[in-house]
C-alpha cells in the first residue's frame, strides 16, 4: 500500500551511494489525531514494543520525515504550535509515531 506522505511534500533529497538505488527522502507536515487515551506515543524505534520516549496531544502539528512510511510508522523531526496564521518551532524531536495516529496536512 502506497502511503499518503508521499503526496503532500515539503522537501526532497535524493540519497545515493556508490552501490545501492537513489532513495527519496521527503519531509511533510502532519496533525496528530485525538485519541481515548488522550495521547499519541512516540517510540524510540518504529514499533508498538519500543520504548515510549514522549507523548503528543491531539491537535498538535509535527514535522515527519517520509521515506515514505516503515512498515506503518513514521519518523518525526519536531514539534510546531500555531501562532497568527504560522507555525511556530517548539521542539526537536527524534522517535517514531504509527501513521495511523497522524494526518499530512500543508506546512507553509
Not at 81 to 107: E, F
Request: net charge positive; glycine share 6%; proline share 3%.
Amino acid at each position: 500500500m502506497i502511503r499518503f506522505w508521499v503526496l503532500v511534500l515539503t522537501a526532497s533529497v535524493m540519497i545515493a551511494g556508490p552501490t545501492s538505488n537513489a532513495q527519496a527522502v521527503e519531509s511533510a507536515c502532519a496533525f496528530v489525531l485525538y485519541t481515548s487515551d488522550g495521547f499519541v506515543a512516540v517510540r524510540e524505534k518504529p514499533s508498538a514494543a519500543s520504548r515510549m520516549i514522549d507523548k503528543l496531544k491531539g491537535g498538535q502539528i509535527v514535522a515527519v520525515t517520509a521515506i515514505p512510511s516503515i512498515h506503518g510508522w513514521v519518523r518525526l523531526d519536531m514539534m510546531f504550535k500555531a501562532a497568527t496564521g504560522r507555525l511556530v518551532r517548539l521542539k526537536d524531536l527524534d522517535g517514531w509515531v504509527s501513521d495511523d495516529l497522524v494526518r499530512a496536512i500543508l506546512c507553509d
